[in-house]
């Protein structure tokens, strides 16, 4: 009865997971519309070092069945061929693939949202779609977006896809940063629907803002700074008094955000951080960080180096019985939540090199604070003590 008692907390993360966490509904379908009625839809894509990714998404994107939309790339002074290989993408369905040579980073500017800036000032749709370079796009989802936008009489539509992740480090480390979002964000659609302007999120991945809201928020060159720049734009949105919705297009959205481990720890290091941090009320932020920190220890990484000393002849029979049951346990919600993520379940039996790689992300982002480094650029960002 007592190991029973000390495994609660691991059981209770299973049941968090079975009866609590909710992913948004999915997009409607596409609604058939004639292309003098479509309003025009100005796809902006900001891209910096994206030769790996930009031919694939641009193809995807203008493949789209939508019938009235143009493309506008902003190749943000990148160092290899993003610029040239976005050129020689074929327009497809779209009315035009304009690539656009961005101009140089004003001071205190962050890059994607100058990037951003840059593609709206060419868009011509009074629909804009800000999305990543590393996403693919399904014919019909350009056309679901707009029909759920109308549908959700929303200023912004946000749509969150699956996760694509190939390699071994992909696999065992994401899982474990979109298990603190899902904490944080436990019902996606419920809570941006909720009236406090804090609880906004948004997936900088796929973001459909009508022209008029976009504008009237002051654009990307509200959160010029801001490295969590769709968060901190769905708040502003929020705060405004407009409409913010997020869906699902699990089908029809896809992205790899990162390929390799230093990507992995690079990516996230510069943003998790100031990310949740910039979620919560400031009177709590302060406690927030070593109590985060604390429990992903505690919850999955304690157990199974417990466990390892009980098989070495430490702690007695308690030790072992107690450690092997929270570890069991720890192994079928990493490898339930893997599962949904679209891992192969067996990569759950990972979890504690998964949770070691979270936690060194965790205090690296900690221990560099305001200074924040991302494709060959070095940023000395406000503090989360100066925002609201």
């Known amino acids: 009865m007592t190991i029973l008692l000390l495994t609660l907390p691991w059981f209770a993360v ?20 004639r292309t003098a009625s479509a309003p025009m839809v100005s796809v902006i894509v900001p891209a910096r070092n994206e ?38 993408v074929e327009g497809g369905n779209a009315t035009r693939i304009q690539v656009i040579d961005g101009a ?34 399904g014919p019909d989802l350009l056309g679901r977006a707009v029909a759920g936008l109308g549908q959700e009489r929303a ?10 992740m190939e390699s071994f480090w992909e696999r065992v480390v994401q899982p474990q940063v979109f298990m603190v979002m899902l904490f944080r964000y436990p019902d996606f659609e419920s809570t941006v629907r ?16 009508t022209r008029a809201a976009y ?8 959160v010029y700074d801001e490295v969590v720049e769709d968060l901190a734009i769905a708040q502003l949105l929020k705060r405004s008094g407009l409409q913010l919705r997020i869906r699902s297009a699990d ?26 941090l910039q979620s919560l009320p400031p ?53 339930l939540f893997s599962h949904r993520m679209g891992v192969p379940a067996r990569y759950g039996l990972a979890y504690p090199l998964g949770a070691a790689v979270g936690a060194y992300i965790f205090v690296r982002s900690w221990i560099r604070g305001r200074n924040v480094e991302w494709k060959g650029r070095r940023y000395r960002v406000r503090g989360v003590e100066e925002r609201a």
């Open 104 to 137: 140089e980073l004003p001071e205190g500017w962050l890059g994607k949202p100058w990037a951003c800036a840059q593609g709206a000032l060419a868009a011509r749709g009074e629909l804009l779609l800000f999305t990543d370079a590393d996403t693919v796009h």
């Open 51 to 88: 030769a790996l990714n930009i031919a694939r998404c641009l193809r995807s994107v203008a493949g789209s069945t939508y019938p009235s939309f143009e493309v506008v790339v902003v190749d943000d002074r990148s160092d290899d061929e993003t610029a040239g290989i976005a050129r020689a």
């Open 215 to 222: 504008d009237a928020i002051g654009g990307h060159e509200a």
């Open 155 to 164: 200023d912004l539509l946000s749509v969150m896809g699956r996760q694509l």
């Open 194 to 209: 909720a009236g406090h302007w804090r609880d906004a999120i948004a997936n900088g991945q796929y973001m459909l803002f």
């Open 251 to 276: 089908l029809d959205l896809a992205t790899r955000m990162y390929r390799s481990l230093r990507e992995l720890i690079d990516g996230w290091s510069k943003n998790l951080l100031i990310g949740g």
């Open 283 to 335: 009177g709590v932020r302060r406690a927030a960080v070593p109590l985060a920190l604390l429990s992903g220890i505690v919850l999955w990484i304690v157990p199974p180096v417990m466990l390892a000393a009980a098989l070495a002849g430490v702690g007695g029979g308690r030790l072992l019985a107690w450690s092997a049951a929270t570890v069991g346990v720890s192994v079928i919600v990493w490898a």
């Open 14 to 33: 299973l049941a968090f997971l079975l009866l609590v966490a909710r992913m948004p509904s999915e997009l409607p379908a596409a609604q058939p519309v």
